[in-house]
């Protein structure tokens, strides 16, 4: 007795004779892979590209997303992949790509989109924060696996590689974690230390995975003293660490070429100072140089930390820091630093500028 082979098709059953009738030779029935070597092998494939080995559960689409970036050249105030990115544009690039999340674009601000995760707890996909010695953060990257992250690198303007946690230089920097809160799904997540309260308040215990802010504190309670104390509403989406560093020079005394808190500062020491100190953003001191550093906006387009200069003749009697509302703060020869609304002011305005990397 013959014996027949049947094959399925998505179309029915076709035996071998019938297949020859039509003119297919030597069929090969079709073999399914089995899904979980394919997933094994993605996971292997993006371990090496990423110098790690992955668990099996992280997300793909994010693995797949980061190596896209790998290479990218260091471009400061830049997200764009392939061409260039700074440390924020690569993680907010990342996040908007995968799960079309808006993070803040500072390194610095970006706290707020985050809950806090300890050390001991972090997964692929949490947030790194690393800061200097006086505690501003000034560097962001993505977490893998096994201590190593994600990030653009300005060394040697290498841009979009992979580092360890445990290297000397990072493992001194790093300064605290957090997972994006829409992504958050530990129980109670809402319950979780929120990092801006950590990176607010100042956290005396930089790096240590049991360090706690001692002030509980919300953002909400923060945004609403601000806006009291500056006499501005602000929207809450604003970088809190500016805020608090500009909050802190508030009645500074006017002193020419000087720029120390509390004791005296003139108005390019004073906005060159809050920068650098809140996001590590270095301007010139020089007015006309520190205008090169900026990007050209208009008064109807004006937003939190853009710089407005006015002029009197060769001088700028005033150069100071938009808040909200029409109002900027700058340092006045006889009050010091104060907050002053714009409509007030005597001279002209000569130019006004954003600074490209605090992109609200």
């Known amino acids: ?3 027949r082979i049947l094959l399925l098709t998505a179309c029915g059953l076709l035996t071998v004779s019938s297949m020859k009738a039509t003119g297919i030779e030597n069929p090969v029935p079709y073999v399914v892979s089995n899904p979980v070597e394919v997933l094994k092998n993605d996971y292997d ?21 980061i190596v896209s970036w790998l290479g990218t050249p260091y471009k400061y105030a830049a997200s764009n992949k392939g061409k260039g990115t700074d440390c924020s544009g690569f993680v907010s690039g990342v996040f908007n790509n995968v799960y079309g999340i808006k993070l803040q674009r500072t390194s610095s601000s970006m706290v707020v989109n985050v809950n806090k995760v300890e050390r001991n ?34 060394s040697k303007n290498i841009g979009v590689k992979t580092d360890n946690l445990n290297s000397t230089y990072y ?10 809160k829409s992504l958050d799904k530990r129980s109670k997540a ?5 990092v801006s309260n950590v ?52 009645g500074t005394p006017y002193k020419s070429g000087l720029a120390q808190k509390g004791v005296g500062v ?12 809140a996001c590590n953003v270095l301007l010139s001191r020089q007015p006309d140089k520190m205008k090169k550093n900026l990007t050209k906006t208009s008064k109807n387009k004006l937003k ?57």
């Open 266 to 277: 003139d108005a390019p020491g004073f906005v060159s100072t809050v920068f650098e100190n």
């Open 121 to 154: 707890e972090l997964e692929c996909g949490d947030i790194l924060f690393f800061a200097n010695d006086k505690g501003s953060i000034y560097h962001v990257a993505i977490y893998l696996a096994n201590d190593v992250f994600a990030h653009s690198a300005t």
């Open 45 to 65: 494939t993006y371990g090496k590209k990423l110098g790690t080995t992955f668990k099996g559960t992280e997300d793909l689409k994010l693995l797949k997303e």
């Open 199 to 250: 990176v607010i308040n100042g956290d005396k215990n930089k790096g240590n995975s049991k360090g706690k802010a001692d002030n509980k504190t919300s953002v909400e309670d923060y945004y609403e003293t601000y806006s009291k104390d500056f006499g501005v509403k602000f929207k809450g989406s604003e970088d809190l660490t500016i805020l608090k560093e500009i909050h802190s020079w508030l």
């Open 190 to 194: 809402q319950d979780k230390d929120d």
């Open 304 to 360: 939190f930390g853009d710089v407005v200069f006015y002029k009197k003749g060769e001088s700028y009697p005033i150069i100071g820091i938009y808040l909200s509302d029409g109002k900027i703060v700058y340092p006045s020869i006889s009050k010091g630093v104060m907050v002053i609304d714009m409509k007030n002011v005597s001279f002209s305005i000569n130019y006004m500028g954003s600074i490209s990397a605090l992109n609200y």
């Open 1 to 3: 007795m013959k014996k």
């Open 171 to 180: 493992k001194k920097a790093f300064y605290c974690a957090g997972r994006v």
